[in-house]
């Protein structure tokens, strides 16, 4: 275990964030959180009891109830979970009932790695080690396309695509806490790359940056 290391990794979806920071994780000994996750059950609940997750209100009533240590279900996993979170975090009022978990997690002890869209801009600006994945829109269309195809959804890939860039649109122009790169984040574009090359690149990026704070 590394004392205190928390790296925070950032981008859109399927950019391949999310087996990046579980192959870091695995490296260095620390505890993951996927914090799409949360934003994926908030949705999926709004729908379940009927919620408008458009309605600030009603979506952020919905996040203050849900359990935080609930997030294996595979509802969570699908396409329209994927929609569902996106438009639920929008509000700002949904990001804070969700916010001190998050940073919760990022100040444990032992330290941790986070991905998400804000680790690096607003759960742990601190945080020594930033990394900001992405890859080209077609690229990770296919990769979410194989993925959800794999669960047994039955989806186009150009519906996945379109899905792909509505999502980064939303995410990155919503007022609070957009998807963006943290100036000290560390740009990785896996567009080329197997997940064990992005994952021994991701590696170098956290050394570099112990090295640099060292
Ligand atoms: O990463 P994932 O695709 O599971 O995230 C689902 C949605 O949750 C994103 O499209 C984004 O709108 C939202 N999200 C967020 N902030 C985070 C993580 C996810 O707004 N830290």
Redesign the pocket.
């Known amino acids: 275990m590394t004392p205190g290391l928390v790296i925070a990794v ?5 950019s391949g ?2 087996a990046v920071a579980a192959r870091l994780g695995q490296a260095y000994g620390l505890p993951v959180l ?7 059950a908030v ?1 999926v609940a709004a729908s379940r009891v009927g919620a408008d997750p458009d309605d600030p209100a009603a979506a952020a009533a919905v996040a203050g109830r849900i359990d935080l240590m609930a997030l294996d279900d595979p509802a ?1 996993r699908t396409r329209e ?3 569902l ?6 509000h700002p009022g949904v ?1 804070a009932a ?1 916010n001190a978990a ?1 940073v919760g997690f990022a100040r444990r002890a032992g330290g941790a790695v ?6 690096g801009t ?2 742990a600006p601190w945080a020594p080690a930033k990394l900001f994945v992405t890859a080209r829109p077609e690229v990770r269309a296919e990769r979410r396309w194989r993925q959800l195809v794999g669960q047994g959804e039955g989806v186009t890939l150009a519906e996945v695509l379109e899905d792909i860039r509505r ?1 980064d649109a ?2 990155g122009g ?1 007022a609070d ?1 957009p ?1 963006a790169r943290a100036p000290d984040a560390v740009l990785l574009d896996t567009s080329e790359m197997t997940i064990d090359l992005a994952a021994d690149a991701a590696r170098r990026i956290v050394e570099a940056a112990r090295a640099n704070r060292a």
């Open positions: 950032d981008g859109p979806a399927a964030k999310g996927d914090t799409g996750l949360l934003y994926r949705g969570f979970a994927g929609e979170a996106s438009r639920v975090a929008v990001r969700l998050q986070l991905d998400g869209r804000d680790i607003v759960i999502r939303r995410d919503r806490a998807l």
